[in-house]
């Protein structure tokens, strides 16, 4: 087999360096048009490499090419005769086959109109390129491929004519690959919600070729032969992933072109955002703080019960503290921000509805290196959306990339584990299942003491935090105003830049809008790296067993 295999292959060499011109000028002879001969002689090299490569050895090889010649001109002739055309050319028993060499140029020539014509292939359109390859390659009649593609004959025949006609445009074409073909860029996500049960977003986002079709798209609407160019990868596998990119609610098709669904922050845009921000931060900082002061020492002071003690307050603060933030967060977008009942397709979460049960929405960031706020994510505990009579376990979790503290939280808690942690805090972990308290304690959530399982996170209880008096709430209210006042300065900021750079096709998505402006405004990770460095929040870089940013309201 592997002598076969070897024969051939040397056979389809020596048919590429030695024939081809010759195989030519016979055309050129038999028509007498140069764009004819150009046809013919591709239709009779795709019959002849088409057989070396399935094995076929000739004995009497030049004999063997000419034969095939004489077949395909015969059908060719044939052909032209029933549209009325004239055939100009003589008797194929009278060709004399030529016998001089070709200089090194001609064979080099010869060798890339070959490749030429497989990258044509390569980039040719699905209708097009299936029945080339299955009458070229295959070799099924037009008949059985008219059948196989619920074509009339006449049909199928116009498709091989203008495919054809498609090949050589293209083999005449300098075409010119995308920049992405060769040098291909990565983009950071941030995913809101809960993934689909086949796994998207992540299973496209987390993938280099559908992040550079999702970019260049997003840049430019574009064909899938456009993004097969601009990407460097044949079409085939192009439309391939526009199918699913597609199926899955990421990209969309509008007429024949496709565009990304979802927004893209260019690293212009994140370096302007992140340095207003820091410029913005310690003011801010300060006054999310004096807030919050300000409502620890009313609790303290009125409501001393107002959590179960179970973990120290320098500890506790870091949750206090992100928490703080999100109300100064909600109050600042309140004003710009769309009600989700508004929005059509927007589930319970406050996400969009997508296929495969999910409820999920993404933005893109281009890849920045420099200077940028710390990533604080939240979490919770899950059930599932489809799930609708579950109680909700105010369970929360803020996840700290930063500072080595990536490893001490985890990414979401099961609402089976939330049950567990909501009676370990009611006092009853006898009650709870071994594999439950594990997982917990594994979590850093409870921990093991002399008399059970006590939780190691902050615990709060809605009937022991009683409501401020009037006053007292009104000059809290003046305090968190004041740091929304910088925040929204920030926000309009970082609005600006994102319309301004969002595409046309995407200007109207007032809800894409207010969440690519939500997450690139972040002012979570900034206001914590500002309370590290100012030394008002601290944790100890030796104990793993450390909990932070974690807390249960009961």
Sequence with gaps: MQKTNEMCDKLIKDFTENYMEKLFYFCLKKTGKNSEADDLTQDIALQI????KKGTVPTQFSAWIWQIAR????????????????VTGFDIGDYEIESEEKNALEKMIHTEEMALLRRELAFAKSEYRNIIVAYYIENKSVRNIALSLSLSETAVKQRLFRARQILKEGMDMAREFGKLSYRPENIDFIMNGCSSRSGEPEIYIS????????????????TAEELAVEVGVALPYIEEELKALTEATLMKKNGNKYETNFFIVSAEAQEKIYAHLKDITPELTKAIIEAMEYDIEWRNTNCPKWHDGFQPFEDMKWALLMEETDKVCFATLKPF????????????WGHTIRPNGGEW?????EIYNGEKPKYVGLSGCVSSPDVKDLPEIWFRQFHFKCFGLEKRTY??????????????????????????????ENCGYIKKTDVGYVPAIMVMR???????????????KKLRAKACDIATKHYLFCRELIYREIPDFLKDDEFQIEHACVNIFAIRGAVLEEAVRQNYLSFDKDNDKQTLGAYLLI
């Design 49 to 52: 490499i088409t057989a070396l």
């Design 71 to 86: 077949n395909r001109y015969s059908v060719w002739a044939k052909a032209k005769h029933n549209r009325g055309e004239l």
């Design 207 to 222: 993938r280099a070729l559908c992040k550079n079709i999702m970019l260049a798209s997003y840049r430019t609407p574009a």
């Design 337 to 348: 921000n769309k009600n989700a009942d508004d929005v059509p397709n927007i589930g319970s």
């Design 361 to 365: 929405d993404v933005l893109g960031m």
């Design 411 to 440: 990414e979401l808690l099961a609402y089976t584990d939330g049950r567990g942690l909501l009676s370990v805090a009611d006092g009853n972990s006898e009650e709870v299942n071994e594999s439950v308290l594990n997982r917990l």
């Design 462 to 476: 809605k009937e022991k935090m009683h409501a401020m008096p009037k006053d007292v709430w009104e000059k809290y």
